[in-house]
């Protein structure tokens, strides 16, 4: 009975075993991604597949290999596409299973090689920055001859896109072999993402760099861009690794296997207002950023903390890659769980140069090791000597000593942890101190009296023509209101045309950092308008970029800036065309006779800078064919910085007017007898109104 019993006993656990057994799930299989594109240098991808079967996985052609073959259930093949050196190709990877079967499109960019100045003028854009790699000097090249290219839009910096880019008016393109960036001279609010566009550069036309950013075509014409058509956008797979080599800047790339860096988890893409960049990783400790501009319409988003695949436009500044987000779907792939990766250590920046002016310098350290800082010059202090993972380290130092010399810091981190490099130096050089000093005032027909006052001087400009120096503009720059009180210079036809405006926003080199005002970009409510203007130096690219340096630059009245201001501009350029010279002053007053109380607005960096209360121009015309007064006549005009209405010649006064405003002495290097009778004039006669 004990044997029947156990037998039952037996014969009900295998009861309960099988009616407790869960169904089968049905048979599947999934791979990563079903298209890819990829240059014609060729690449190794790796394809994920999720699966629950057996599979195998071939090419349909030569120039494709898959290793492994086969498989069981997940796992991962390699892809290798070789180096294509003819027209642009497509080939197919299927991975066969007992059911539907699953395909990879792989799509290469030709590798074939085009006559460099085919009849027409196309070439690719990878042989247009070839071009510039071998022909640039100081980060600029200019084109030799007239050239078509065209490609794929690839950003979405319109109006009416994900603007995320500082200027409205940057646009990427990328053909497959290459992108670059196009800096055109008027907004872009017609072409998006995915439009076929064909771009016509002229002859001279600048590619440059700034900041060793990315190429770009810069101040190139809205007018010679055309739509050809349309394409869908998709990206070139690489690894972080295959990113930091730069290899792709300008172009749509979905870098794979990423995450944020710990430090950066919880930030938004923009943090406090501005452009931000944030710090991303691989999985072998690679490290780019996210840059994203403050004008993102995704800028208040967190950043997706998962890893996977990252897309955007690759990109570089100063030392440092980077990717900027091209559709708001680019950083949906962040999905996957973190990967915990090898010990890092790195700073975000190595080396910076500073004027000669005290300030401090906040050294990023990137990383999760416990660290030590050391500073090899007494005279540059850091906040702290020691920390852990990543950390700001601030770089602290008086004005240098030397009118003449530079000094350097070198700051040494040093870690014990198992990483790649246990030592890493940040370089500071500061340059030697800039004292405000006037340059020597030259006798110019142009120049009014100058006088000496405190924080006051008077800088001079040229630039090269034809090998030779030729003079620019004066400016008389007040350090305390950090706007000049006068621009002098001549006007004559020759330097009307040549070159396009540069929009080249800069320092003075002549005038030291501290006085001036930064004007990168554009002023809370006012026009950064230019006493000299552009529009006056098109003779070539160096006359032109002096008139956007800040001591040439004054807060005005946006409506008088484009307004009846600028038509006096023009008029006077069409009087510079029929007389031999113009002499001009253009000039600003900060406080008039009736009001004394200085107002000021903000510079870029939050400093005071006077706005105007009033501006002048005061012109002297030489005609040498002209009898009356030597040939000389002279007229003036006086506006106040608001909204203007009327006609230019509503706003006429005598330079003598004018000196009685202002105090100042104009043209008086002219003979005596003949400044008496062309200053008190107000005649506008001959003068284009």
């Known amino acids: 009975m004990k044997k029947v019993s156990g037998f039952f006993a037996m014969l009900v656990c295998l009861l309960v075993i099988t009616s407790c057994k869960e169904p089968e799930a049905a048979p599947f299989l999934y791979i990563s991604f079903p298209s890819v594109s990829v240059d014609a240098a060729g690449n190794t991808l790796e394809v994920t597949v999720s699966s629950n079967v057996n599979w195998n996985a071939s090419a349909d052609v030569p120039w494709i290999s898959v290793s492994p073959s086969a498989g069981y259930e997940n796992g991962a093949v390699k892809v290798t596409v070789a180096e294509n050196k003819d027209e642009a190709r497509t080939g197919t990877v299927t991975f066969s299973w007992s059911g539907t079967p699953a395909t990879l499109t792989v799509k290469q960019a030709s590798g074939k090689t085009v006559d460099p100045t085919p009849s027409d003028g196309s070439i690719t854009i990878a042989q247009l920055r070839k071009f510039y790699d071998e022909g640039q000097k100081n980060d600029k090249f200019n084109t030799a001859d007239k050239y078509i290219i065209q490609g794929s839009v690839i950003s979405d910096y319109r109006q009416a896109g994900l603007d ?35 771009v016509v550069i002229p002859k001279g036309q600048e590619l440059s760099r700034y900041n060793k950013g990315p190429v770009q075509l810069n101040g190139i014409k809205m007018a010679g861009i055309s739509k050809v058509g349309e394409k869908a956008l998709e990206p070139v797979v690489i690894t972080a690794a295959e990113f930091l080599t730069n290899k792709y800047e300008s172009m749509y790339v979905a870098v794979k296997d990423v995450q944020v860096q710990a430090s950066e988890i919880g930030k938004t893409f923009v943090m406090n207002d501005a452009h931000t960049s944030i710090v991303m990783e691989g999985k072998n400790g690679e490290v780019f950023d996210i840059f994203t501009s403050k004008y993102a319409t995704f800028g208040k988003e967190k950043v997706p903390t998962g890893s996977g695949t990252l897309k955007g436009i690759g990109s570089v500044y100063g030392e440092r890659m980077q990717l900027c987000i091209a559709k708001s779907s680019d950083y949906a792939g962040l999905t996957g769980e973190r990967f915990a990766g090898a010990a890092t250590f790195s700073l975000f920046y190595s080396e910076y ?43 602290s130092f008086g004005d240098n000593p030397s009118t003449t010399k530079s000094r350097v810091a070198k700051v040494t981190f040093k870690t014990e942890a198992d990483v790649a490099q246990k030592e890493l130096v940040f370089t500071l050089t500061q340059l030697p101190f800039q004292p405000l000093v006037s340059d020597k005032v030259p006798v110019r027909m142009e120049l009014p009296t100058v ?114 201001w600028e038509t006096l501009e023009k008029d006077l350029r069409v009087v510079a065309r029929n007389c031999d010279t113009v002499y001009v002053v253009t000039g600003c007053v900060v406080r008039t006779a009736d009001e004394q109380t200085v107002k000021y607005t903000k510079d870029n960096l939050g400093a005071d800078i006077a706005v105007p209360k009033a501006y002048f121009k005061v012109c002297l015309r030489y005609k040498a064919s002209s009898s009356t007064n030597g040939g000389y006549s002279a ?22 007017e004018i000196e009685t405003l202002t105090g100042f002495d104009f043209f008086h290097n002219l003979d005596d007898a003949i400044e008496k009778a062309v200053e008190k004039n107000k005649n506008t006669d001959g003068w284009n109104l």
């Open 164 to 198: 995320n880019y500082t200027s409205v008016k940057a646009m990427v393109i990328s053909d497959g072999t290459a992108g670059i960036m196009l800096y055109c001279d008027s907004n872009n609010t017609d072409f998006k993402p995915g439009d076929e566009v064909k």
């Open 353 to 395: 140069t500073h004027n000669g002016d005290k300030g401090t310098y906040t050294i990023q350290v990137l990383g999760d090791v416990e660290w030590t800082a050391s500073s090899d010059n007494a005279d540059f202090t850091l906040s702290k000597t020691s920390g852990k993972g990543a950390a700001e380290v601030v770089l």
């Open 451 to 564: 006088k000496a006052q405190d924080s006051v001087v008077f800088i001079t400009h040229e630039f090269e023509l034809d090998g030779k120096k030729v003079h620019n503009y004066s400016v008389y720059y007040d350090a305390r209101y950090k706007v000049a009180h006068w621009v002098a210079y001549p006007l004559y036809e020759s330097v009307l045309s040549g070159v396009a405006r540069s929009d080249a926003w800069a320092y003075d080199p002549k005038v030291p950092e501290r006085d001036q005002a930064r004007i990168y970009k554009a002023l809370s409510g006012y026009s950064r308008g230019h006493q000299l203007p552009s529009a006056d130096r098109l003779v070539n690219d160096e006359a032109n970029a002096q008139t956007f340096y800040a001591t040439n630059i004054t807060p005005q009245n946006e409506d008088m800036n484009s307004g009846v």
């Open 635 to 656: 007229i003036g005009f006086w506006m106040e910085n608001k909204n203007l209405t009327g006609s230019v010649g509503s706003y006429v006064k005598s330079v003598d």
